[in-house]
């Protein structure tokens, strides 16, 4: 039994023992590698990045999305009254605020009013 406690105790000092001068030499190397190995993934990381982004482009037309774009932003935009604001508002004022025509019944105010008020409404979101 006093064999394997001195044998044990001696692994244990074992692993806190010096090492020698010409040992570090293989650690230094392996680092040098390791690093040599992330920057060739790092670049070719790069390179099929850019080659993605440059082939993208030239598939997509960019004058079909960006004219797709600007009839999106003016279409949607467009619904709502954009002009000035008279000192007393009118029949015409009011319809186009609510985007119903100025002979429209009350059941069709209602519902653009109460669609305005919705869209409006502070507790929405």
């Not at 190397?29 to 850019?50: K, N, P, S, W, Y």
């Not at 949607?76 to 009118?90: D, H, I, N, T, V």
């Amino acid at each position: 039994m006093e064999g394997a406690a001195a044998s044990s105790e001696g692994l244990r000092y074992a692993e806190y023992a010096r090492v020698p001068a010409g040992a570090g030499k293989g650690e230094a190397e392996l680092d040098r590698g390791l690093a040599r190995t992330m920057i060739a993934v790092g670049l070719g990381v790069a390179t099929v990045a850019f080659a993605g982004k440059l082939n993208y482009q030239l598939s997509v037309p960019h004058q079909a999305i960006t004219e797709t774009a600007k009839r999106i932003s003016t279409s949607s935009l467009s619904l709502y009254y954009k002009g000035g604001f008279e000192q007393k508002m009118s029949r015409r004022e009011a319809s186009l605020i609510l985007g119903v025509s100025p002979s429209a019944g009350k059941a069709k105010i209602r519902t653009a009013h109460r669609r305005i008020m919705i869209l409006n409404h502070p507790d929405k979101g």
